[in-house]
């Protein structure tokens, strides 16, 4: 759980620019990425249309909507990204 800023970065491991919540205990590079399962995940943020057990659906539609709202709010001012545990 946490308040983190949100900056972009270029991730070499998807070849493209993806959100990254900065100051993360425990962790370097938490980013906000395409993906459907756990698997997928290391540690980062996956967004979805749809969820299941251990699953997100239509990941890439969800990110190709996302990402440019962050884009955009970045080209005026900080942008920040609140984690709160589900069961809380």
Same mark, same amino acid.
């Given at each position: 759980?946490?308040?983190?800023?949100?900056?972009?970065?270029?991730?070499?491991?998807?070849?493209?620019?993806?959100?990254? @919540?900065?100051?993360?205990?425990?962790?370097?590079?938490?980013?906000?990425?395409?993906?459907?399962?756990?698997?997928?995940?290391?540690?980062? @943020? @996956?967004?979805?249309?749809?969820?299941?057990?251990?699953?997100?659906?239509?990941?890439?539609?969800?990110?190709?909507?996302?990402?440019?709202?962050?884009?955009?709010? @970045?080209?005026?001012?900080?942008?920040?990204?609140?984690?709160?545990?589900?069961?809380?």
């Amino acid at each position: 759980e946490g308040r983190y800023e949100i900056t972009l970065y270029d991730s070499p491991r998807f070849k493209m620019k993806v959100p990254l @919540l900065g100051n993360v205990p425990g962790h370097e590079y938490v980013e906000i990425h395409p993906g459907n399962f756990e698997i997928d995940t290391h540690d980062c @943020l @996956l967004p979805g249309i749809t969820f299941g057990i251990d699953y997100v659906g239509s990941s890439r539609d969800a990110f190709d909507k996302l990402f440019p709202l962050i884009d955009q709010e @970045l080209n005026t001012k900080q942008v920040f990204i609140t984690i709160k545990n589900a069961g809380a």
